[in-house]
């Protein structure tokens, strides 16, 4: 079966510092990989997607930046946090198909000071 | 420009009663709707999903109903339970969107059922 894991699972940082937040999926292959961000009364938004290793999408310009190494591996980086970046960060992947549900990861708090 | 709305931040409801959640979308181009629900602290889960070609959709307590000519599409949870407290969002989807298949998300609304 497939399982998504994400860590850390909280993260505290100081205003300025680097960011990686790190997403693996295992019990597939060629997945899409998503990268949202839930910020308080904001519902969940789409950060950036990827069909495959190094193809990387940006939805919203923003201080964020994602890379895909591996078939299975999903990055977010920051080179300086800002206040407005706290938020829960989530990991979603599926097998492609429009007909396929997204699945989520266990999520990561990241609260920025 | 928010595509997919539900208007409702929360709602409460009594234990064994049924609990109705809305969502409207404006995109016409959306013809594949999902529920998720989401515990604080957690990843959201698949729940229920309806397709355009549909207008209701049944799982067990679940039950999803679309008007696409409203462009509504409400979820219906009889009886409710306790364990259904949660954040729930609605999210719509291209179906020809390929490769590049994506979710756009509400902002949910949070279901609080009382025992």
């Known amino acids: 079966s497939q399982t998504i894991h994400q860590w850390p699972a909280t993260l505290v940082q100081p205003v300025g510092s680097p960011l990686s937040l790190e997403c693996t999926v295992e019990?597939?292959?060629?997945?899409?990989l998503y990268w949202y961000r839930q910020a308080a009364g904001r519902g969940l938004q789409l950060l950036f997607y990827s069909v495959g290793i190094g193809q990387i999408s940006s939805e919203v310009p923003q201080n964020l930046s994602a890379s895909r190494p591996q078939d299975r591996q999903f990055i977010l980086s920051s080179k300086k946090l800002l206040l407005s970046d706290s938020g829960f960060y989530l990991c979603a992947w599926t097998t492609g198909g429009p007909l396929e549900t997204q699945y989520f990861g266990p999520g990561t708090r990241l609260l920025v000071l | 420009d928010q595509q997919v709305k539900q208007n409702s931040p929360s709602l409460s409801v009594q234990e064994g009663r049924i609990s109705i959640l809305n969502c409207d979308y404006t995109?016409?181009?959306?013809?594949?709707f999902l529920w998720y629900k989401k515990y604080p602290a957690e990843g959201p889960t698949f729940l229920i999903s309806?397709?355009?070609?549909?207008d209701k959709n049944e799982d067990g307590r679940f039950t999803v109903f679309l008007n696409k000519s409203a462009k509504h599409l409400s979820l219906h949870i009889v009886p409710s339970q306790p364990g259904d407290s949660a954040v729930y969002f609605c999210?719509?989807?291209?179906?020809?969107?390929?490769?590049?298949?994506?979710?756009?998300f509400g902002k949910g609304t949070l279901l609080t059922v009382n025992p």
């Open positions: 019990g597939t292959s060629n997945p899409n």
């Open positions: 309806i397709s355009s070609i549909k």
């Open positions: 999210a719509a989807s291209v179906m020809g969107g390929g490769s590049n298949y994506k979710l756009t």
């Open positions: 995109n016409s181009m959306f013809d594949y």
